[in-house]
Nanobody, 113 residues
Framework: VQLQASGGGLVQAGGSLRLSCTAS????????MGWYRQAPEKQREFVAL???????TYADSVKGRFTISRDNAKNMVYLQMNSLRPEDTAVYYC????????WGQGTLVTVSS
């Protein structure tokens, strides 16, 4: 199983980025898909998830700024990030959870002030 995250980069505060996660060897329609992040010297934390039915859940810190979506036909999940803040700087990871959880490699998001 591979979860390939992409779309990270350097952006100024207030800017936007769109992360993508491409899954292979699983059918994401059967999985809860999520985004997590890990900032330097901090623990990995939950950002957002989308249920198999497409219902989103967000961490309080990103509500109103981030939007998670999924395209089951393309086997992809997205995270639209708007109004980015320096504290959003982290490596962002995609996950797929059903009976077990799968994790992809991360993509680095750096928000400059």
């Amino acid at each position: 199983v591979q979860l390939q995250a992409s779309g990270g980069g350097l952006v100024q505060a207030g800017g936007s980025l769109r992360l993508s996660c491409t899954a292979s060897e699983i059918d994401i329609s059967k999985y809860v898909m999520g985004w997590y992040r890990q900032a330097p010297e901090k623990q990995r934390e939950f950002v957002a998830l989308t249920s198999t039915g497409g219902r989103p859940t967000y961490a309080d810190s990103v509500k109103g700024r981030f939007t998670i979506s999924r395209d089951n036909a393309k086997n992809m999940v997205y995270l639209q990030m708007n109004s980015l803040r320096p504290e959003d700087t982290a490596v962002y990871y995609c996950s797929a959870t059903a009976v077990r959880a799968y994790w992809g490699q991360g993509t680095l998001v750096t928000v400059s002030s």
